[in-house]
């Protein structure tokens, strides 16, 4: 394998169908050269022109075999599952994720999901494109609620299932917390507990947010049985990935009672196809995966570009390296 080149003589290409990564490089006064396409057919088209990419979604599929140059790919998402690892480790392509890029943004998103579901600002917003005046309720338990006092289970103890355990204990809450290691305190987290134990902790929780990573072992984490573990008046958040919760039995749970809501940001197939019974729950609240997408994600995004390609031309290991 050649060295990798002096940055001066780069060319980097960027791919996302909305992210403006080019605009933001740009203001960086790199003197790097650099492509930017907002179709994955036109990122194809020109892989071979490039020694560095900044991509995500548009690498599913990329001819790989035309990109001769390619030596380091920055991926614009926490997720790499679109990337084959072992073809990449076979050409000798390293690989960084975007790892805490989105950190901040998914927890305030998670927050603001447990915060819509238990005021109702759903409902409000249904009756407000109605232009209909709720009147008072007289029964307690079909009122809004308040978080205060409430326990939350965070499944995924990362950076951000730990900024979610900061804010709530902002908010007064009892925080509990599924993690591998259970050894060593985790700050915010009142109690923490095994894989093992989820049952138990789901049997305790008021509110249960996901964020942990899409793995063999966490796909369809969240299942029928888990979800009859849950108390009938839970609400389940998932920013996570869809395949986390199986989304038959979420349908089913929401319908019965066996939950009383969900907030979902993801969803099993993305776009929410529109013969998803989901669209019209009146206690399900949906985002469009939007919880990393804030005005700030650009900047932090080639942030790390620029941190690893500094580190490439100094032989160091890479910010969120996996290949």
Not at 7 to 29: K, M, P, Q, V, W
Not at 173 to 192: C, F, H, I, P, Y
Not at 299 to 307: A, C, F, M, S
């Amino acid at each position: 394998m050649t060295a990798f080149p002096a940055l001066s003589d780069l060319t980097i290409g960027f791919g996302h169908s909305a992210y403006r990564l080019g605009d933001e490089f740009a203001r960086r006064n790199t003197g790097i050269r650099f492509e930017e396409f907002r179709s994955a057919a036109d990122f194809h088209a020109r892989i071979g022109a490039f020694d560095v990419v900044c991509v995500s979604a548009f690498w599913r599929n990329a001819p790989l075999e035309n990109a001769g140059k390619l030596r380091f790919i920055q991926s614009v998402s926490a997720g790499i599952d679109v990337f084959g690892l072992d073809a990449l480790r076979a050409r000798g392509v390293q690989l960084a994720s975007a790892k805490g890029a989105n950190a901040n943004a998914v927890a305030e998103h998670a927050m603001g999901l447990i915060l819509a579901l238990s005021r109702m600002i759903h409902t409000a917003r249904d009756n407000q494109a109605r232009k209909h005046w709720r009147g008072m309720i007289g029964d307690p338990a079909a009122r809004e609620d308040e978080i205060a006092g409430k326990t939350l289970l965070i499944v995924g103890l990362g950076g951000i299932g730990g900024r979610i355990a900061r804010f709530a204990k902002a908010f007064d809450m009892r925080v509990l917390g599924l993690k591998r290691d259970t050894s060593a305190k985790v700050e915010n987290v009142d109690a923490l507990f095994g894989p093992a134990e989820l049952d138990r902790a789901l049997g305790e929780a008021d509110i249960v947010v996901l964020t942990c990573p899409l793995t063999a072992e966490t796909e369809g984490l969240i299942n029928a049985a888990r979800l009859k573990a849950m108390k009938p008046t839970a609400h389940l958040i998932n920013c996570a990935r869809g395949k986390v919760v199986d989304e038959d039995a979420l349908v089913a749970a929401l319908r019965s009672g066996t939950i009383a809501a969900a907030g979902l940001d993801v969803t099993r197939e993305e776009p929410l196809p529109e013969v998803s019974p989901l669209w019209t729950m009146e206690n399900v609240l949906i985002t469009p995966h939007t919880g990393g997408e804030t005005a700030a994600y650009e900047k932090r995004v080639i942030d790390l570009l620029v941190d690893n390609l500094g580190r490439i031309a100094r032989g160091e290991a890479l910010v969120n390296q996996v290949v």
